[in-house]
């Protein structure tokens, strides 16, 4: 079935009147997406965010393909041209933070076209660059405001879908170039995997799912020892199998920092490491401190030092490789 207006349905992300921004880029993803969601939501519910970098010769193209595809659409068209200060730092950060940072300002959920496909490449990605389990889990369907409605599909999907409704879409020629990690990923690491077992794909995000469903239980569990609290006694925290201290600590300091603190779950022996008023500077701009016994994490003040953890206690830590 080529529309997959059905199948996005179900997904339940998308609802009639519900309000939306649809990242607009105007590749076939995008372009997919915004077609469902007027289908879905209603054109007066949603709005499209297309951002122009300009730093494409491209990029004035793409624009004009996003406002005369709104225009068959009825949705209205916000344009957002960022210009970036100096040359320096991640090109592709920078870009993602002005995307999300214009769509926050409209308001309501902002609906992204990554797909299946996008799912497979971020995991393995993050299998390469990121010792963590949380890394491995994936993109979610939903993570606060944004949602991502077509998550179960793949980037052939969307270009049937498109094909089959008479939509046309803009190639972004940066995709193919082996300059950016994810193109490195997409036209090397995966069809190297495919050679392998033609399955590969669909076996990494079965993975990914089952690893989800077992992150619920050690939720659960994490849940069981901080009874809702922001704090644990030091003790108890040093008593826990490492795996589940460093499932605590990752908790206290995702808490502290008002969302993903990546890396502190690697420093839960240096955390369960310190005495009595000691503390202890952690990545993400966190700090884990000890106070009556009580192990509580905040966030590091500007300028601040790593302070000298207390003595050592004498433990086992089982030799785990870090979460």
Do not use: F
């Not at 993109?139 to 008479?166: D, K, N, S, W």
């Amino acid at each position: 079935m080529a529309d997959l207006l059905e199948p996005v349905r179900a997904g339940g992300l998308l609802g009639a009147g519900q309000p939306v921004v649809v990242l607009l880029s105007g590749g076939r993803d995008s372009v997919c997406l915004l077609d469902l969601a007027v289908r879905l939501s209603g054109p007066g519910a949603v709005r499209a965010l297309h951002v122009n970098y300009g730093l494409r010769e491209a990029a004035a193209g793409d624009e004009a393909h996003c406002r005369e595809l709104c225009d068959r659409l009825g949705v209205e068209l916000v344009v957002h041209r960022p210009r970036r200060a100096g040359r320096t730092g991640n090109l592709q950060a920078w870009a993602r933070a002005e995307r999300y940072s214009a769509a926050a300002e409209l308001g309501g959920a902002v609906a992204t076209g990554h797909t299946a496909t996008d799912q497979v490449e971020t995991i393995l990605y993050r299998l390469a660059s990121s010792p963590s389990r949380r890394a491995l889990l994936g993109m979610r369907p939903r993570e606060g405001a944004v949602i991502r409605p077509l998550l179960g599909v793949t980037r052939a999907q969307t270009a049937a879908h498109c094909t089959a409704r008479g939509l046309t879409w803009r190639e972004d020629a940066s995709n193919d170039t082996p300059a950016y990690a994810r193109g490195r990923v997409r036209h090397g690491l995966v069809p190297a995997l495919e050679a392998v077992h033609p399955a590969a794909g669909a076996n990494v995000l079965a993975v990914a799912e089952i690893l989800r469903q077992e992150a619920e239980v050690l939720e659960e569990l994490v849940d069981a020892e901080l009874r809702g609290r922001e704090e644990i006694e030091l003790e108890r925290l040093r008593a826990l199998p490492p795996a589940l201290r460093r499932l605590v600590v990752q908790r206290l300091a995702d808490g502290a920092a008002g969302g993903p603190a990546a890396g502190v779950a690697r420093r839960a022996e240096e955390v369960a490491a310190l005495g009595e008023g000691a503390s202890l500077h952690l990545p993400a701009g966190v700090s884990a401190g000890v106070r009556g016994g009580m192990v509580r994490m905040g966030r590091t003040p500007e300028g601040g030092r790593r302070s000298r953890p207390g003595p050592r206690p004498r433990q086992k830590t089982g030799g785990e490789a870090p979460t």
